[in-house]
């Protein structure tokens, strides 16, 4: 029987926290604009001496700046912070709510806010009353002091492969830090709960290191997929393009206490490629999905034919 990827009503599940009120963990205080750049840089690395005793400055860290779209309050970007803090300075700006499906919408006609965001008494990083692509503009153009050397979104609940690219907030946050000239990379788990990110923020850690190493052609990023299993039941990593595999969707009919109908989006993703080197049937194999894309639309291999048409002015 083919395998399909089901997602009926998952976004009550996704999104529990929206539904039922919790208790907030997490306190959040206004930023005074005077703060904004004091605060970016979480830690100095000490002086490093020479054979001759001598002190010297160490070498710089890279500045890496993370988003993703499930909000600032989510375990997966809490996830990869923390793995980005072995390779350099890290700042943490995304979305103060649920952000995910918002693809590369942006706020306009209406006011975005930053808060300061703490986990007990320490600062996490920054929120925005906006979408992913929002927290990219707001953090290159105007919260950081400098331009960060590498972005990462996620990590995202559920994978973001073949017609999902397209969907994804967490995969626009990258595609807009590529749009600003930064090299970026999305990073996505195959799951909606139970989520376990221990391997997927040890492959980002890895793939980072890989990416500052050898830099990404101009208007490219990366997007990452990492099945929800043990690390040992990984089989491998495989190189992919952007599958075929798109949803087939309906629409779940219901009632509220005054009669009046509300709609859930219901739908399965059938397997649409057969190869390993599609993201979406890698991911279904077991393997790490490392898909590189970019923001140009354009069907070149159409250009040609089109100028053929009638379309004289």
Known sequence: MQRVASA???????????????????????????ELESTVKVSKPEAHKSAAGKSRKPPRRPHILVCNDDGIDAEGIAALAK????????????????????????????????????????????????????????????????????????????????????????????????????????????????????????????LVRQVLKHGLPPETLLTVNVPSLPESKIKGVAVTHQGKSKWSESMIERQDAYGNPYYWLHGKMPLEDHSLDADEFAIRKNYVSVTPIRYDLTNHAFIDTLKTWDLKK
Request: charged share 15%; with cysteine.
């Open 83 to 206: 793995a980005m803090t072995a390779i350099g300075e890290v700042t943490v700006v995304a979305p103060s709510s649920h952000q995910s499906g918002m693809s590369h919408a942006m706020t306009l006609g209406k006011p975005m806010r930053i808060q300061k965001y703490f986990k007990g008494k320490k600062l996490f990083g920054y929120s925005v009353s906006g979408t992913p692509v929002d927290c990219m503009k707001m953090a290159i153009t105007h919260l950081l002091p400098k331009r960060p050397d590498i972005v990462v979104s996620g990590i995202n609940y559920g994978s973001n492969t073949a017609v999902n690219i397209l969907y994804s907030g967490t995969v626009a946050a990258a595609l807009e830090a590529a749009i600003f000239g930064l090299p970026a990379i999305a990073f996505s788990l195959t799951t909606y709960e139970d989520a376990d990110f221990t391997y997927a923020a040890k492959f980002a850690q890895k």
């Open 8 to 34: 009926p009503l998952m976004y009550l599940k996704k999104y529990q926290s929206l539904i039922v009120p919790t208790k907030p963990r997490i306190s959040v205080k206004p930023i005074p604009p005077s």
